[in-house]
């Protein structure tokens, strides 16, 4: 689970937006610090960016005054209590010195900031001080200090802290510059020594760069800093378990008798609950709950409790056995193509027994006067026995008797406000009923009326489960669902009813567009509040646009207006590739009729160090390469097939280099070795180079060794190290899709295959006429493949055809299965069973916006309408299977031949 999504979701009961939009209710404003009230004062500019009001003092010409661009900065953090005073006592600080300033505008803000699950490189970050040079810097660290002298406030993780109070130090970006990272990623800049732009870091920790020196003042500070430490107490930490905002949780010995025993830490004024507890106050919380727990036999037992630095530690013995979230992997029967019906009625008896023993550990806790208040499947340990349980995490416990909400909780366990006391535990109980078959409840922070459809779906599945306890859940969770809503057994329009399906998925999509909106058009994934204002074909309004006219639905023009106006120019900062940046909104645009911006916008892409970018599709130089070639074709560029072929060399070149030496690779279409493939082959496809065949060849070779074979079902999974994918962002579906583009080449027994476009034929039969003996052998190395490849399309296949995935999206969900099934990497009688099957599952997530059919985004707490994680992709997905005149695709992935299903799936 994203925590991060969880802040998204707090101003919007459809979608995720950004914080700053949460309003106070009832459509007024939220709060606001006075200090954001004030009038300008004259000579100064204010700006509003995302979480920050901005000031800035104006020239002589009424132009932003010049200030560094990059250099040491003053952070002050701040409490609920005092940060109305510490914003005004920077304000009057600064602003007679002309001192550049930013601070957060809102308690609402300010608390999101600190809250658990805050981002640990933000956290605590109140106001930022822009001093100019180290001079300025010391004067204001005293001058500011002693103002300040007295305040509390959350520990700022990247700073390194002056004196006692809340103010921090730190040498960064001023201004906002981009590089290219290692990495391949546009991040924020800063110059080195030598005058080059090279990444910000902004770690969690304390570092300086390795240019910059230490200013004297500071270096105290530095040794006070690395005075506290772990050593003089009698436990060893052996292992990290969890970090918060609220601080970390450590696995670790007694060095005294050798006991296992787990650590908790608690920063003060951090990890914020929504009641305002800071970490300290919850770990204080949870020690009270498990000492009066103490006996039940169902929680840890409490063995110290002691501070350090200002941290406050918890010590509890080591609860043996696995979170129950982990048992689904390996256990669960739908997690194959074709459940075995023992396998499915032992599961169901596991599952069964388990809930019975967390009601009973359940009950045990309330019979003590206690509320546990955040139940969910990572906080139920089952024990070596496979069937007691214990339950732990107790910082949301509470005296029943207060009857109180909740105020930290899972999403898919998240009671509605109306739960008070026992009856959250309640809530939580019956969602757990629904999650240990099917683990989608998040579904539920959207509408809790999809409870009904769900336990529908299990009773089809699980026929052992009974009826009444599935009807129970229902009850529960759906009572007094606010403004009278209906429990809903089946989604309004079911995918595979189509052309219904499409018409209802477009008007949703059209519905939710906000062209009044400078930062998106539609709504979608969190990332697109960070890469460029919502613009590109994974998040943004491109990848929107795309699938609406591949899935033939008319055109809607005021959204590529939208588009126009958002991209002359585009957003500083905007990434460079196909699907994070510019090259897929130039693509996009292209294909819309606008060729001129298009090559506006590769032009600008041209002028950037796009040399160094990574070799992926999704931001990387196979994406740029194949819109580079795309362009040069439909545009008649010679200069950009020159630079397509660049491209293609130094993806040549990287690849017949070693691999780096790292435990874990990425793979997959997206950021793998994948988008390689794919652009190599089509470089093949259009010039006959054997290289490009044979890099193409150990392009898919290495994704392919990043893969293993699941032992329960044979299917072939991109392996993580923690989990195994078989998705086609990121996961072994993407990857076939490539090998059936591969494999089209090789005909099988070798016959000529070649593309439509009179491309070559079969790489053997190339082998065989070649008159130069390397490319003979280049080609013979591409043809050997083809056994090899095979095998691992046919372990690709099984992975793609489970009867249960997790999420409903085209990258990371059931719906790229559907695309990559639909393709045609399986004979058609299967294929059409396969992705029925797979169809009828994405039901499982449909839910309703407006009366259309709409999907819900990464991580289910609210719906999404872009490619990569919802609506829109879901429709591509759907398109490609159901609609034989569309042809609908991926860019650059039509399919190898005609794979459509015809006629009506439900």
């Not at 539920?444 to 009904?452: E, H, I, L, Y």
């Not at 409903?808 to 045609?824: V, Y």
């Amino acid at each position: 689970m994203d925590k991060r999504y969880e802040v998204y979701a707090l101003a919007d009961r459809h979608f995720y937006d950004t914080p700053d939009r949460i309003s106070a209710g009832g459509g007024e404003p939220a709060p606001r610090f006075a200090a954001a009230g004030r009038q300008v004062p004259d000579g100064w500019h204010a700006e509003r960016t995302g979480d920050w009001l901005t000031l800035t003092p104006l020239d002589e010409e009424g132009g932003p005054a010049p200030m560094p661009a990059q250099g040491w900065k003053i952070h002050s953090s701040a409490t609920a209590a005092n940060a109305e005073r510490v914003a005004d006592i920077v304000w009057d600080y600064c602003v007679p010195r002309r001192i550049p300033f930013k601070f957060v505008p809102g308690p609402h803000l300010l608390h999101l900031r600190n809250a658990k699950y805050a981002g640990r490189d933000t956290s605590g970050k109140f106001v930022t001080v822009y001093p100019d040079g180290e001079e300025q810097l010391h004067r204001t660290l005293r001058e500011l200090g002693e103002l300040l002298k007295g305040f509390e406030g959350p520990y700022v993780l990247t700073d390194l802290r002056w004196e006692d109070g809340p103010l921090y130090v730190r040498w960064g970006a001023f201004a906002r510059r981009y590089v290219v990272d290692e990495r391949g990623s546009l991040v924020l800049a800063v110059e080195d020594g030598e005058g080059r732009l090279v990444p910000d870091r902004r770690d969690p920790s304390f570092r300086t760069p390795e240019w910059v020196t230490l200013p004297e003042f500071l270096r105290p500070h530095l040794q006070a800093r690395n005075t506290t430490t772990l050593g003089e107490l009698p436990y060893r930490v052996e292992k990290a378990l969890h970090f918060s905002n609220g601080g970390g949780v450590y696995a670790g010995t007694d060095t005294r008798d050798g006991r296992r025993v787990v650590l908790k830490e608690g920063r003060p004024h951090a990890g914020l609950a929504a009641d305002g507890a800071d970490a300290v106050t919850r770990l204080e919380r949870e020690k009270a709950a498990l000492e009066q727990a103490a006996g039940t036999g169902v929680v840890p037992e409490v063995l110290d409790w002691f501070t350090l630095g200002e941290h406050r530690f918890l010590v509890m013995e080591h609860v043996p056995g696995r979170p129950l979230n982990s048992y689904f992997a390996e256990r669960h029967p739908l997690l194959t193509p074709d459940p075995d019906p023992e396998r499915t009625a032992g599961y169901t008896a596991w599952a069964l027994r388990v809930h019975a023993a967390v009601e009973r550990a359940v009950a045990a806790l309330h019979a003590r006067g206690l509320v546990f208040n955040d139940l969910h499947v990572f906080n139920i340990m089952v024990d070596p026995d496979d069937e007691t349980v214990r339950l732990i995490d107790f910082e949301a416990a509470a005296p029943a008797a207060e009857n109180g909400r909740q105020t930290v909780a899972h999403p898919g366990f998240f009671a509605p406000p109306d739960r008070r006391g026992k009856d959250v535990d309640r809530y939580a109980l019956a969602c757990l009923r629904i999650a240990l078959f099917l683990p989608v409840t998040t579904l539920f922070v959207v509408d809790r009326g999809k409870a009904a459809h769900l336990a529908d779906v299990i009773a089809e599945q699980f026929p052992d489960v009974p009826r009444a306890f599935l009807d129970e859940a229902v009850t529960e969770i759906t009572r007094d669902i606010a403004g009278g809503a209906t429990r809903t057994a089946a989604p309004l329009t079911p995918p595979g009813d189509w052309p219904y399906s499409r018409d209802s998925m477009v008007k949703a999509i059209l519905a939710s567009a906000t062209p009044e909106r400078d930062d998106r058009l539609f709504p979608g994934d969190i990332a697109q509040f960070g890469d460029g204002g919502g613009l590109g074909l994974a998040h943004g309004a491109a990848g929107v646009l795309y699938a609406l006219s591949a899935c033939g639905a008319a055109r809607y023009e005021e959204g590529e207006r939208w588009l126009l106006e958002h991209t002359a120019p585009p957003p500083p900062g905007t990434p460079l590739g196909l699907y994070d940046g510019l090259a897929g909104v130039a693509l996009v645009l292209d294909l819309l009729g606008h060729r001129q911006r298009a090559l506006d916008l590769v032009d600008g892409i041209l002028r950037e160090n796009w040399h160094r970018l990574s070799s992926d599709l999704h931001g990387g130089l196979a994406g740029l390469g194949l819109v580079l070639g795309h362009l040069a074709e439909s545009a008649g560029e010679p200069e950009l097939l020159a630079r397509a072929a660049e491209a293609e060399e130094i993806l040549i070149r990287r690849l017949a280099e070693p691999l780096p030496d790292t435990p874990r690779r990425r793979a997959g279409l997206m950021r793998g070795a994948g988008g390689p493939a794919l652009f190599l082959l089509r470089r093949y496809e259009r010039t006959g180079d054997a290289r490009a065949a044979a890099a193409a060849a150990e392009a898919l070779r290495r994704d392919l060794a990043a893969c293993v074979v699941q032992k329960a079902t044979g299917g072939l999974e991109v392996d993580e190290g923690r989990r195994t994918l078989p998705y086609l962002g990121d996961g072994s579906a993407g990857i076939g899709l490539v090998l059936d583009d591969y494999l089209a080449h090789t005909g099988g027994a070798d016959a000529a295959t070649g593309p439509d476009t009179g491309g070559p034929t079969g790489f053997g039969a190339l082998a065989r006429a070649a008159t130069d003996g390397r490319q003979a052998a280049l080609f013979a190395h591409a043809a050997g493949a083809a056994e090899e490849f095979e095998l691992a399309r046919s372990g690709i296949l099984t992975a793609a055809t489970c009867r249960f995935y997790a999420q409903p999206g085209l990258f990371q969900g059931r719906a790229g299965l559907i695309l990559h099934l639909a393709r045609g990497s399986a004979p058609d009688a299967v294929r059409e069973e396969r992705v029925a099957q797979q169809i009828a599952g994405l039901g499982w997530f449909a839910m309703d916006y407006q009366g259309q059919l709409a999907f819900p985004g990464h991580q289910m707490m609210r719906l999404s309408m872009d490619l990569a994680t919802g609506t829109a992709g879901c429709l591509l997905a759907l398109a490609s299977a159901l609609d034989a005149g569309s042809a609908a695709h991926l860019p650059f992935l039509p399919p190898p031949r005609a794979a459509h299903i015809r006629g009506t799936v439900t």
